[in-house]
């Protein structure tokens, strides 16, 4: 799949056929928007392209919330529905203050040719969010392309949204999400050095920094770590770290049985159960105790 970031890098396509959004998470109602507009790639023999925003509309206008995938996990997941690129516009005030009329001049028709638009149900776009669905017929009438919205999919009789996952990691619902989203939420990246305090009351962790502003989960979790090629149980805790007063948020995993070295080692932590949320303790042999008991926690679920 073809990243292309910002339209300064966009090169005219003759035809393409377009979906907008910003797929966090890339759930099952985005899988099932994403497999129609490769269907109709293929019946067309036109690229497929996704077009969303960096940052996210909401974000620029101080609304920001916690996102489910980071980039790379977006663009793995992207990539194996069999999209052939994806178009990362840059949201600034210039954009924000682009008409819904212009947005689809400009850049469906003068650069991407589009013959084939699908959008949900619910998308809104253009200064004021008032480009809709009807505006799009209305120039798909004038300008000879389909336009397609898609209904909402449900799961468990609630319809599968970005919002409604995050409600559900805050309440712990990992089962309900991992139905959402078709597969187990989890968060990926680089184990760093951390300050090595977990070593000074024997439980050592390996560190993967959050980037991300807003977590999407916090507090303690039994996960099980992907990490070199096998599966590794263990306890998570990922938040601030209020009784050695951190200030940003780490993930930190405890593993059980787990002696290596693996800095720098790509890992994917999976999130099982929530054991408890996170807190400050008065003193570091507190703070060891509850280890112990979250550890022993972890071990019952996976035993």
């Given at each position: 799949m073809n990243v292309i970031r910002?339209?300064?890098?966009?090169?005219?396509?003759?035809?393409?056929?377009?979906?907008i959004g910003n797929f966090d998470g890339v759930h099952i109602g985005h899988q099932h928007i994403i497999s129609r507009l490769v269907e109709k790639s293929k019946q067309l023999g036109l690229p497929s392209i996704i077009i969303s925003f960096s940052p996210t509309p909401q974000s620029f206008f101080g609304r920001e919330s916690a996102t489910l995938s980071?980039?790379?996990q977006k663009h793995r997941l992207l990539e194996k529905l069999g999209l052939d690129a994806h178009l990362i516009i840059k949201f600034d005030a210039q954009?924000?203050?682009?008409?819904a009329q212009d947005f689809i001049n400009e850049i469906l028709l003068k650069k991407l040719g589009v013959r084939f638009c699908l959008i949900g149900d619910d998308?809104?776009?253009?200064?004021?969010?008032?480009?809709?669905?009807?505006?799009?017929?209305?120039?798909?009438?004038?300008?000879?392309?389909?336009?397609?919205?898609?209904?909402?999919?449900?799961?468990?009789?609630?319809r599968a949204s970005?919002?409604?996952?995050?409600?559900?990691?805050?309440?712990?619902?990992?089962?309900s999400v991992a139905k959402m989203l078709g597969r187990e939420f989890s968060i990926?990246?680089?184990?760093?050095?951390?300050?090595?305090?977990?070593?000074?009351i024997n439980f050592p962790t390996i560190n993967v920094p959050i980037k991300r502003n807003i977590s999407p989960v916090l507090g303690v979790f039994a996960v099980q770590v992907d990490l070199l090629g096998k599966l590794f149980n263990g306890v998570c805790n990922i938040g601030k770290r209020p009784t050695v007063n951190g200030e940003n948020i780490l993930l930190e995993?405890?593993?059980?049985?787990?002696?290596?070295?693996v800095y720098g080692e790509f890992s994917n932590i999976i999130f099982k159960l929530k054991i408890r949320d996170e807190q400050?303790?008065?003193?570091?042999?507190?703070?060891?105790?509850?280890?112990?008991?979250?550890?022993?926690?972890?071990?019952?679920?996976?035993?």
């Open positions: 910002g339209l300064h890098n966009l090169k005219k396509y003759p035809g393409s056929v377009v979906t980071n980039f790379k954009l924000s203050k682009l008409s998308f809104r776009f253009g200064a004021g969010r008032m480009g809709d669905f009807k505006l799009l017929k209305d120039f798909a009438q004038q300008h000879n392309f389909e336009v397609e919205n898609t209904q909402s999919i449900l799961c468990a009789s609630c970005s919002s409604k996952i995050r409600e559900l990691l805050s309440q712990g619902e990992f089962n990926s990246g680089k184990i760093i050095h951390g300050k090595q305090l977990g070593r000074t995993v405890f593993l059980f049985d787990f002696n290596q070295d400050k303790f008065d003193s570091f042999d507190q703070l060891k105790e509850q280890i112990k008991l979250d550890t022993q926690t972890a071990k019952d679920f996976f035993n």
